[in-house]
């Protein structure tokens, strides 16, 4: 089916003072709807014509190089901004809470250096582009895009993208970038971009999380070991630490606190609760998976 441009889940004036009705009817009825009508022009007629934008943002090397670039930068407008409207809302603003947040200052330390970070990284765009956060299974990140590329163009998941073309902000805020985005935090939509990160995709950890290890002699599940569970733990095998055959204990009992910290620190009931990479991380550290290393 041909692509459209979708209604604003809000009035053109709902994200007023920051973001001007006058800016998101450019924005959206001209701007939007010109990438829409160059990409449907473009693949008209083409084996890609049914073909879904994040799908060919995936597959570009695919296309046939009298459309490849055409393709790109419309098929990619359609994408980041059917995102970009949807990343808003005027009951917007404040911070994430969650694992999106825990996920945040796990990388950033804390969210006002996310914040510093993303804007930062959205004045760095040098001409047209966009600043967003990603996720890669394993942590979230930021990087830069120019014109309408999309980081799932790399394998990435885009969680929120940051317009910074001049016509997302030039009406109001004219060049002043930084202005523009300090506003845009105001608008952000967290509770969508959590979902959008709870539904990104993950290693398969389950087998790991079945994994069975002996606590206090009796044995537990790995995916139900509790912050108390690996307390007691680190202190069985730190009693043991120096004692003839088992004197490289001591790296296990460290990692065995370690995992009570990651618990304690994420708020986790049980090690299930944790993100897959870090569930498989920890799962080498305590020996449960055979690491692929020695022990020192």
Not at 41 to 50: F, H, I, M, N, T
Not at 195 to 203: D, M
Not at 275 to 289: D, F, G, K, R, T
Request: charged share 25%.
């Amino acid at each position: 089916m041909a692509y459209k441009v979708p209604d604003l889940p809000y009035p053109y004036d709902a994200l007023e003072p920051h973001i001007s009705e006058e800016t998101m009817r450019l924005h959206h009825d001209k701007h939007h709807q010109a990438y829409v009508d160059k990409a449907n022009s473009a693949l008209a007629g083409s084996e890609w014509e049914d073909v879904r934008p994040k799908e060919i943002l995936t597959r570009l090397a695919e296309l046939p190089d009298d459309l490849r670039e055409t393709v790109r930068n419309n098929a990619g407008g359609q994408y980041n901004h059917c995102m970009f409207w949807r990343s808003m809302s005027p009951d917007g603003g404040g911070q994430p809470e969650g694992k999106l947040s825990r996920a945040i200052k796990d990388t950033f330390d804390s969210f006002a250096r996310f914040k510093e970070t993303l804007t930062e990284a959205g004045l760095s765009v040098f001409g047209s582009g966009w600043a967003w956060l990603v996720f890669d299974g394993k942590r979230v990140f930021i990087v830069t895009t120019t014109n309408q590329d999309n980081p799932v163009s790399d394998g990435l998941t885009p969680l929120l993208g940051l317009d910074v073309w001049e016509h997302a902000y030039y009406l109001t805020y004219e060049n002043r970038r930084p202005d523009y985005i300090e506003a845009f935090f105001n608008v952000i939509d967290w509770d969508v971009v959590a979902e959008r990160f709870a539904e990104a995709p993950r290693p398969d950890v389950s087998d790991i999380l079945d994994r069975t290890v002996s606590i206090s002699g009796a044995q537990k599940r790995y995916g139900d070991i509790s912050y108390d569970d690996a307390r007691t733990q680190a202190a069985e095998l730190k009693a043991l630490t120096g004692w003839g055959p088992m004197a490289k204990v001591g790296t296990v009992a460290r990692a065995w606190t370690a995992l009570s910290v990651t618990l304690e620190r994420h708020g986790a009931a049980t090690v299930t609760d944790l993100e897959p990479s870090e569930v498989a991380q920890m799962a080498e550290e305590l020996w449960i998976v055979p690491p692929s290393r020695s022990m020192v």
